[in-house]
Structure formats: structure tokens, C-alpha cells
């Protein structure tokens, strides 16, 4: 497929005047010239550089990666047919398939932007962790980051030692049957897609525990949980998790909140003045 590059710089022109900058979480500012958001801000948002981004709208850069389309598809808050042209105009094939991709639905980013004194993240279906409010950065980072490396919760659970600590070996038990259920029934709903094939196949060569579990072949969704962090800074949190499911029930916002009558409240308030320091997850071994 050849790349389209007027076309291309063109939607991409067009898609950042017909944000605002409220609806990205940013603040709008006294002053702004052009509609919409500024260039600097979409590659902020993209991660990438404001050169490179720049180069793109005016149709003089290289073919940018699948990569790098769908973190254009995320910062512009697009819609699966608005991604699926994006792809197109830039010389590659579409996302296959409408399940569980990395492109975060704009309903659940524009929710997760509003969100700012509870942690919030989004999640898909098979645990992979996709787009989280800084709150959530503070509370998590300790367990989980967007990097793909370390972004998937399932993966984090059965393969680092070190997030069980603080639970009892009941509560081991409970939330490993949890996952493991709402894994299966994810699985089938996509049909036994590659993805979802390779973390089973994964999952299962590294921990005895999932493949025992994983013969059980129970399943269920998973809409209400409770999490327990050991936070490197605060101490113990446990919080009260609600689960808002998209309608194809591959997305997830999760929202986390204190338990009614716990001090877990007063650690909230802390994590807020903490903010998001360099708490990364320790690497797991990986294979």
C-alpha cells in the first residue's frame, strides 16, 4: 500500500483543530490563535517530537510505523473508523478485527480525563494496561507501566513474587482464580485470537500455577474487585475497585476508591501530594 501523504497531513491537520483541549485533559488557555489543539500538544500527547509531528502535517515526513499511528489515533481521541483511515492514508493495513486493540475508545479516554481525584486506568480485556490518569501513575507504577514490556496485569501477577506480599494465601488464591476465569472468558470472546493465544501459551510455560488453573476452565467476568498495593512510599493501600465495561466489553475504565471507614482515604490524600515519582516495576524474568 502507498503512503498518501498529502492526504494524510491533511486529516491530521483537521482531527487536531476539531479537539479541544478540555477534552484531552489539557487546560484551555486565555489565549489561543488557531482551533483546536496546537501542534506541540498532539506530539506531547503522542509522544513523539513536536519536529517530527510538524513534519507530518506538512506532508514531508517518512512513513510513519504502526506504532507511532496508533499513538496519533490515541492523542486525537479518534474513532475506530477514523483510525482504520489513518492507517489507510498512511500506507498500512488497519488494526485487524474491532476487539481489544490498543486504540483506547474516546467515550473511556474523555471519562478517564475527568477523573482527577481517584485512580483511573484502562485496561483491555486481557489485563493490558493502555492509558491511566496520574493518579493511577502514583498508585500503580510500583506494579504495572504502559510500556508493553511490563503492561500486562495478569502477566505481573502470576510472574512477580513480589505483588502478592501483602495478601493472605486465601486471597492469593481468590484473586488467581479471578484472573484466571476472566482471561478464559476473554479468550473465547475473541476467538482464540493470536494475541490472547500467545499470553495463554506464555503464561502457562512459566507458572504451574496458571496452567493447573487454567484446566479448571472456569470462567467469569470480572466487574467489581478489590486491590491491595504495598506502595513503596505510603505503605499498604487497599482499595474498592469499580469496573465500567465498554460495550463490547473489551475496554475497561477502572476506578479505585477507599473502602467506606478505612484510613485508606488519608492515603489517598497523601498520594496526591506525592505525586508520580520513579515508581517502576521491578522487570520479571521473561520469556
Same mark, same amino acid.
Given at each position: 500500500m502507498q503512503m498518501d501523504r498529502r492526504e494524510l497531513a491533511d486529516f491530521l491537520r483537521r482531527s487536531r483543530e476539531r479537539l479541544r483541549p478540555q477534552e484531552v485533559g489539557l487546560p484551555a488557555g486565555p489565549r489561543r490563535r488557531t482551533p483546536g489543539?496546537? /501542534?506541540?500538544?498532539?506530539?506531547? &500527547? !503522542? *509522544?513523539?517530537?513536536?519536529?517530527?509531528?510538524?513534519?507530518?502535517?506538512?506532508?514531508?515526513?517518512?512513513?510513519?510505523?504502526?506504532?507511532?499511528?496508533?499513538?496519533?489515533?490515541?492523542?486525537?481521541?479518534?474513532?475506530?473508523?477514523? /483510525?482504520?483511515?489513518?492507517?489507510? &492514508? !498512511? *500506507?498500512?493495513?488497519?488494526?485487524?478485527?474491532?476487539?481489544?486493540g490498543d486504540h483506547v475508545r474516546p467515550s473511556l479516554l474523555y471519562l478517564l480525563d475527568q477523573l482527577k481525584e481517584a485512580p483511573a486506568h484502562i485496561t483491555n480485556d486481557l489485563g493490558d494496561l493502555l492509558a491511566r490518569n496520574t493518579m493511577a501513575e502514583a498508585l500503580l507504577g510500583c506494579i504495572c507501566s504502559v510500556r508493553e514490556q511490563d503492561r500486562n496485569f495478569v502477566w505481573r501477577w502470576f510472574t512477580d513474587p513480589t505483588i502478592r506480599r501483602i495478601y493472605s494465601p486465601e486471597e492469593r488464591e481468590q484473586n488467581s482464580r479471578a484472573n484466571v476465569a476472566d482471561l478464559r472468558a476473554s479468550v473465547a470472546r475473541r476467538g482464540n485470537d493470536a494475541a490472547s493465544t500467545r499470553l495463554v501459551a506464555r503464561l502457562r510455560e512459566v507458572s504451574a500455577e496458571f496452567a493447573a488453573l487454567w484446566e479448571l476452565h472456569e470462567v467469569a467476568v470480572r466487574h467489581a474487585s478489590r486491590v491491595r498495593v504495598d506502595h513503596p512510599a505510603i505503605g499498604p493501600i487497599e482499595l474498592e475497585c469499580e469496573m465500567l465495561l465498554s460495550p463490547a466489553e473489551d475496554q475497561r475504565l477502572t476506578i479505585f476508591t477507599p473502602p467506606p471507614g478505612t484510613s485508606n482515604i488519608d492515603h489517598l490524600s497523601l498520594l496526591r501530594v506525592l505525586g508520580h515519582d520513579d515508581f517502576t516495576p521491578a522487570a520479571p524474568e521473561r520469556r
Open positions: 489543539l496546537r /501542534r506541540e500538544e498532539v506530539s506531547q &500527547l !503522542a *509522544g513523539m517530537s513536536a519536529d517530527y509531528y510538524m513534519r507530518l502535517e506538512q506532508a514531508r515526513s517518512p512513513q510513519p510505523s504502526p506504532q507511532i499511528l496508533s499513538s496519533l489515533a490515541h492523542a486525537l481521541r479518534l474513532t475506530d473508523d477514523e /483510525r482504520d483511515h489513518l492507517y489507510l &492514508l !498512511a *500506507g498500512h493495513r488497519p488494526p485487524a478485527g474491532r476487539l481489544a
